[in-house]
């Protein structure tokens, strides 16, 4: 039980229920983004706040505990998260936004993109919402196969204040909805299903595998795809943006060898984690 309804009570009932589960650095996390989100107590708040919980509030508390010890990941037990320094609604049916996907928005805002960009397989909408956040003047579309994951990206650009025409689409199977694009962007499924032995409850009991995982038998599906629609729908001297599984930058960078230039870029752990061509 609580010591108390302060805010300290709450951060050793987390350190102490879930010692067995996961790492204190972890359980630290996870009272953190509870306060931040569910009580805008910012991390100078948690040091000089007095604030007490409310019988129910503490309630609210011992569910969070109980849906963690399941795994369920924190985003979705919040129904939030943080990316790119914006807020982005979050539920099962939508992947959660990885930090290797900030580092993409981060490279291709400094490539200093201009025009018409479509972000295929958008899902809660994180990168085309953070591009028309960071850069207004940008024409932005969206597409997804799924009509759950556009709706929660149509609230997002709502909640975020952006424009970013979004569209239903199954990429191995249509066409774009638009051409003329100066930049095409895509962190598409490429998770191979034999790495599913080495991967955490968490996200395999709760994450959409079809946003997650490809065949092992044809693992680069989505890039072969995307690349031969660049034919048609990006413009010469246009921007095509990857993110990628590490095991395969050189194999999709000789998918790219009708464009005039492509180079791996590796993420902050030092993986082969991108990939940026100009058609």
């Known amino acids: 039980m609580f010591k108390d309804n302060s805010i300290k009570s709450v951060q050793d009932y987390f350190r102490d229920k879930l010692a067995d589960y996961f790492p204190s650095r972890e359980i630290d996390l996870f009272a953190s983004f509870c306060f931040e989100i569910k009580f805008q107590l910012s991390k ?20 969070v505990i ?31 936004p990885r930090p290797e996907t900030e580092e993409l928005v981060d490279i291709i805002i400094k490539s200093k993109i201009k025009g018409a960009i479509l972000d295929i397989g958008t899902g809660s909408g994180v990168i085309p919402i953070c ?14 196969i799924s009509e759950k994951a556009l709706a929660i990206a149509r609230r997002n650009a709502k909640q975020n204040q952006v424009d970013v025409n ?59 795809r995307i690349i031969n629609l660049c034919e048609n729908h990006l413009k010469k001297g246009g921007k095509l943006f990857f993110e990628i599984h590490e095991k395969f930058g050189n194999d999709i960078l000789k998918l790219l060898f009708s464009f005039e230039r492509a180079e791996l870029i590796k993420d902050l752990q030092g993986k082969d984690r991108f990939i940026v061509a100009i058609k």
Not at 44 to 63: A, H, K, M, P
Not at 133 to 144: E, F, S, T
Request: charged share 25%.
């Open 44 to 63: 100078t708040d948690l040091i000089v706040n007095q604030q007490r919980f409310s019988e129910s509030e503490l309630l609210w508390f011992r569910s």
């Open 66 to 96: 109980k849906r963690l010890k399941n795994q369920e990941p924190i985003q979705y037990i919040l129904g939030e998260c943080h990316f790119y320094g914006l807020n982005f609604s979050v539920e099962p049916g939508v992947l959660i």
């Open 131 to 144: 591009l028309a956040k960071k850069m207004p003047q940008l024409k932005v579309y969206a597409i997804d």
């Open 166 to 224: 979004f569209h239903l689409c199954d990429v191995l199977n249509e066409r774009l909805p638009i051409d003329g694009l100066d930049v095409i962007i895509s962190n598409p499924p490429y998770v191979l299903e034999s790495d599913k032995i080495e991967m955490a409850d968490n996200v395999l009991n709760f994450e959409p595998a079809l946003a997650l995982f490809v065949d092992d038998k044809d693992p680069l599906v989505f890039y072969q």
